[in-house]
């Protein structure tokens, strides 16, 4: 009896974890994004909801996931997300070396 009211405790709990993420989700396309470090954030939250529901395979998702690495590489973004190394040179550039996602 003990273990059934603990699952049940543990559902409930769940149930309410989910119900807030997706209330946040909802108002994600009404806030603004006052940086480039928001519009990262922002990604990031549409890119890890996608990848929770099925692997993010098919486009644009990979593209998507593109350009987030991209922008997480660029010095403003490094700077506020407290990274002081500069290894985003070395992302920058693998970027710039990399054919774009549209050539045959």
Avoid at 5 to 26: H, P, R
Avoid at 62 to 86: F, M, N, Q, Y
């Amino acid at each position: 009896m003990e273990a059934k009211a603990g699952y049940s405790i543990a559902y409930q709990a769940e149930v309410e974890a989910v119900t807030a993420a997706l209330k946040i989700q909802d108002r994600l396309p009404r806030t603004l994004a006052n940086s480039l470090f928001g519009v990262v954030s922002k990604l990031e939250i549409i890119v890890a909801a996608d990848s929770d529901i099925d692997g993010p395979t098919d486009f644009p998702w990979p593209h998507i996931e593109w350009i987030l690495h991209a922008l997480k590489a660029t010095p403003e973004v490094c700077r506020l997300s407290g990274r002081t190394d500069p290894s985003y040179r070395r992302i920058v550039g693998d970027i710039k070396q990399s054919p774009p996602i549209w050539s045959d």
